[in-house]
């Protein structure tokens, strides 16, 4: 099998955005997951919590994102039992980063595009790496193959310091965006928001309200 | 009834327990702490005060007492030098890996935790000898001071006040007396210095010390040669 072959059996269609408000930091996703041509799910999960204060978008190879996930989840959890404190989201990011850099410089990186959002005593945070394990600090970002129609609403969009529900109708406008342009993306959108109260996944009827679709 | 570990071999390796539950080894280890020159930490609520003496052979030109180990944090040890420094080398590759992992300075309690891990792994395999020294880390971490001591089985004390080394217990009786959880900087340096003199056998006019001392207010490890020490006591 060619390479290409392979790729179009891979389920990685979708978008992801990842944005930063005055109190919290958002993550939203859609739900399909696309092999080539195929819709594969129609209810893929593409925002998983990492803790209670962190979440992670996940674009590209399922199985690696996946893999990257249950290893970052594991490591959280030592970090919180022996040092009896949550990490900040830096060092979160920084444990993912080092992850990507390293399957990187073993020849195989890591086929996914990610985002992690969380906050901390220092306030909302949103990063985003690319596959070779490079790390930048946003105040908003998007993955995934709809992420050019999302990063357009975004750049006109955005604003500093927006509330959650300015942040939340900014966030699904993009991603909206990207499901009636993008045919790998679609199928409704998962979102979360991460607060001083910690993460919290809204409703079907929340995400409706602010404009998203199911 | 177990006077005499030795009869039986008890003493003979770390991973062996005496039929009284001690490790021999582990006990021999801390008497050579007792043979190496004194140190001793002092944390109060703006400062940590780490400072040993340094002493001086004929001829021989006196080796460091107190290290850095990484911006934040600073350490002293009693007991075989050459054991010390492979610790301490081992305390700063551990605070660059914290860096390097996290993005972020070591917690000086992670520090502790990980050197103590590192000491215990030598009680308990066969073949290896437990390191001959006792180690202080002194820290000013997110704005709180922190004093630990870890001994040679790997166990880990935080203490307000400590002294490690020979005549150790003379030393403490100062530090009993005179601590104070409010003392100012002078008076914390003061203080490790009486300590240290009373630890001393020779005369104590002779005493020559090198200390480390970070403040509250920056955080930054700042070692001070037995001149600098003047300068602040006469002050």
């Given at each position: 099998?060619?390479?290409t072959?392979?790729?179009?059996?891979?389920?990685?269609?979708?978008?992801?955005?990842?944005l930063?408000?005055?109190?919290?930091?958002?993550?939203?996703?859609?739900m399909?997951a696309?092999?080539?041509?195929?819709?594969?799910?129609?209810?893929?999960?593409?925002?998983?919590q990492?803790?209670?204060?962190?979440?992670?978008?996940?674009?590209?190879?399922?199985?690696?994102?996946?893999?990257?996930i249950?290893?970052?989840?594991?490591?959280?959890?030592?970090?919180?039992?022996?040092?009896?404190?949550?990490?900040?989201?830096?060092?979160i990011?920084?444990?993912?980063?080092n992850?990507?850099?390293?399957?990187?410089?073993?020849?195989?990186?890591?086929?996914?595009?990610?985002?992690?959002?969380?906050?901390?005593?220092?306030?909302?945070?949103?990063?985003?790496?690319d596959?070779?394990?490079?790390?930048?600090?946003?105040?908003?970002?998007?993955?995934?193959?709809?992420?050019?129609?999302?990063?357009?609403?975004?750049?006109?969009?955005?604003?500093?310091?927006?509330?959650?529900?300015?942040?939340?109708?900014?966030?699904?406008?993009?991603?909206?965006?990207?499901?009636?342009r993008?045919?790998?993306?679609?199928?409704?959108?998962?979102?979360?928001?991460?607060?001083?109260?910690?993460?919290?996944?809204?409703?079907?009827?929340?995400?409706?309200?602010?404009?998203?679709?199911? | 009834?177990?006077?005499?570990?030795?009869?039986?071999?008890?003493d003979?390796?770390?991973?062996?327990?005496?039929?009284?539950?001690?490790?021999i080894?582990?006990?021999?280890?801390?008497?050579?702490?007792?043979?190496?020159?004194?140190?001793?930490?002092?944390?109060t609520?703006?400062?940590?005060?780490l400072?040993?003496?340094?002493?001086?052979?004929?001829?021989?030109?006196?080796?460091?007492?107190?290290?850095?180990?990484?911006?934040?944090?600073?350490?002293?040890?009693?007991?075989?030098?050459?054991?010390?420094?492979?610790?301490?080398?081992?305390?700063?590759?551990?605070?660059?890996?914290?860096?390097?992992?996290?993005?972020?300075?070591?917690?000086?309690?992670?520090?502790?935790?990980?050197i103590?891990?590192?000491?215990?792994?030598f009680?308990?395999?066969?073949?290896?000898?437990?390191?001959?020294?006792?180690?202080?880390?002194?820290?000013?971490?997110?704005?709180?001071?922190?004093?630990?001591?870890?001994?040679?089985?790997?166990?880990?004390?935080?203490?307000?006040?400590?002294?490690?080394?020979?005549?150790?217990?003379?030393?403490?009786?100062?530090?009993?007396?005179?601590?104070?959880?409010?003392?100012?900087?002078?008076a914390?340096?003061?203080?490790?210095?009486?300590?240290?003199?009373?630890?001393?056998?020779?005369?104590?006019?002779?005493?020559?010390?090198?200390?480390?001392?970070?403040?509250?207010r920056?955080?930054?490890?700042?070692?001070?040669?037995?001149?600098?020490?003047?300068?602040?006591?006469?002050?």
């Amino acid at each position: 099998m060619q390479p290409t072959d392979i790729e179009k059996q891979l389920a990685k269609g979708t978008t992801t955005v990842g944005l930063k408000c005055k109190d919290c930091a958002i993550l939203v996703a859609d739900m399909r997951a696309s092999m080539g041509n195929l819709v594969a799910s129609d209810h893929a999960k593409k925002v998983h919590q990492l803790n209670d204060f962190s979440a992670i978008t996940i674009a590209g190879l399922v199985s690696d994102a996946q893999y990257i996930i249950d290893i970052m989840q594991a490591q959280i959890r030592l970090f919180e039992l022996d040092r009896k404190r949550r990490p900040k989201t830096s060092m979160i990011a920084n444990l993912v980063k080092n992850m990507l850099y390293g399957q990187y410089r073993a020849y195989f990186p890591f086929y996914v595009q990610l985002i992690v959002g969380g906050w901390d005593q220092t306030g909302p945070h949103i990063f985003s790496f690319d596959m070779a394990g490079s790390l930048s600090e946003d105040d908003w970002f998007s993955s995934g193959s709809g992420s050019p129609m999302a990063f357009g609403v975004l750049e006109a969009m955005y604003e500093k310091d927006m509330t959650e529900k300015e942040g939340l109708r900014v966030a699904l406008r993009a991603l909206k965006s990207a499901i009636k342009r993008d045919t790998a993306t679609g199928d409704g959108i998962r979102a979360v928001v991460i607060d001083s109260k910690g993460f919290r996944e809204l409703s079907k009827e929340d995400i409706i309200e602010l404009g998203g679709v199911i | 009834m177990f006077s005499q570990p030795s009869q039986f071999g008890y003493d003979k390796a770390t991973v062996i327990f005496s039929p009284d539950g001690r490790i021999i080894q582990v006990e021999y280890a801390r008497e050579a702490v007792k043979m190496g020159s004194t140190a001793v930490g002092i944390k109060t609520d703006q400062y940590v005060v780490l400072a040993g003496q340094k002493r001086t052979f004929e001829l021989i030109e006196s080796a460091d007492k107190v290290f850095k180990i990484d911006d934040h944090i600073a350490s002293t040890f009693s007991g075989y030098s050459a054991d010390g420094r492979a610790l301490l080398q081992r305390a700063r590759i551990e605070a660059q890996i914290e860096r390097i992992t996290y993005g972020e300075m070591i917690d000086p309690e992670v520090l502790s935790e990980k050197i103590g891990d590192y000491l215990q792994s030598f009680t308990q395999y066969g073949g290896v000898r437990p390191f001959g020294i006792a180690v202080l880390f002194g820290s000013v971490y997110e704005r709180e001071p922190s004093l630990y001591f870890i001994d040679p089985g790997g166990a880990i004390f935080s203490c307000l006040a400590t002294a490690i080394g020979s005549n150790e217990a003379a030393a403490k009786e100062i530090l009993k007396k005179g601590y104070k959880k409010n003392l100012a900087k002078k008076a914390a340096i003061k203080l490790a210095i009486d300590a240290l003199k009373a630890a001393i056998e020779e005369d104590e006019t002779k005493l020559i010390a090198e200390m480390a001392i970070i403040e509250t207010r920056d955080g930054l490890v700042q070692v001070l040669s037995q001149k600098d020490i003047d300068e602040i006591l006469k002050a």
